[in-house]
């Protein structure tokens, strides 16, 4: 039995550096791109402010989860289980948050149309989520909350960006009936990674004996279970409804790309 749970936790283990892998190599294309044409042109700003802000706080869940006691103990104390944030979701979460930097200092010095902007209703969100927060750190200092739920509601943020920033991107390629300027092969990565992250979770919750670790990381199975949701959409409208392939111009090029001004 002690040598079926170590090969458990060795699955594991290539389970999450797996979809660490994958995840952080969807990041590439884009910026690839951006660098190649020294232009953003066809990039949203409110889809990469969405996922900065995500992934500012997925860092900080991430992180403080897996450096705190106090954070560590009060989980145990509420789920009866060992948290299951370990050192490629730290890793994976702090990876994004700087290619995202990239992406905005590209997005600040390339070539880009006048519409590209990042729109009220993200503004809105944003401010929207601090003021949360500082209602969330109130009852801290009062002691109604724990600081776990100050780190929890880091997560919901990192929730609410995931679903938002996504359903943008499906509605333009509706819009304009076409997946010409998104990557197929981030979507690829994207869904693979959302394939080993939930694999992940699960076996950890089987190898533990205690499936309240399932629940009890609901970033890590929010996230997973929408990235894979939205990359179907996308697999769907690339592979299916959208099949045309090929732009016969430069001038079609980048009128496809400025599709997503407002």
């Known amino acids: 039995m ?18 660490f892998v994958a995840w952080s190599a969807s990041f590439y294309p884009q910026l690839l791109l951006n660098y190649r044409r020294k232009s953003v042109t066809g990039l949203s700003f409110d889809f990469l402010a969405l996922n900065f802000i995500g992934f500012t706080c997925y860092s900080l869940y991430n992180v403080i989860f897996f450096a705190s006691p106090l954070i560590r103990d009060q989980y145990k104390n509420r789920w009866g289980s060992e948290n299951l944030v370990g050192l490629n979701d730290v890793c994976f979460s702090v990876h994004a948050f700087l290619a995202l930097l990239v992406g905005i200092s590209q997005a600040l010095v390339y070539e880009r149309h006048p519409s590209q902007r990042v729109h009220r209703p993200v503004w809105i969100f944003f401010y929207w989520s601090l003021a949360g927060l500082g209602v969330v750190l109130l009852g801290t200092a009062v002691g109604y909350v724990l600081l776990l739920d100050v780190v929890y509601y880091l997560s919901y943020v990192k929730m609410a960006t995931s679903l938002l920033k996504y359903t ?3 509605y333009l390629n509706y819009r304009r009936q076409s997946t010409i300027g998104y990557s197929i092969g981030g979507i690829l990565l994207d869904f693979a990674g959302g394939i080993m992250s939930i694999t992940q979770l699960v076996l950890d919750a089987y190898i533990s004996g205690n499936w309240n670790g399932i629940i009890g990381n609901p970033i890590k199975l929010g996230l997973g279970l929408t990235s894979l949701a939205f990359n179907v959409i996308f697999m769907v409208q690339h592979y299916v409804l959208y099949t045309q392939r090929e732009v016969h111009s430069q001038d079609e090029v980048r009128l496809l790309l400025e599709t997503d001004g407002p």
């Open 2 to 19: 002690a040598q079926h749970g170590e090969g458990l936790e060795r699955i594991s283990a290539l389970l999450g550096w797996g979809y």
């Open 168 to 170: 943008p991107q499906a």
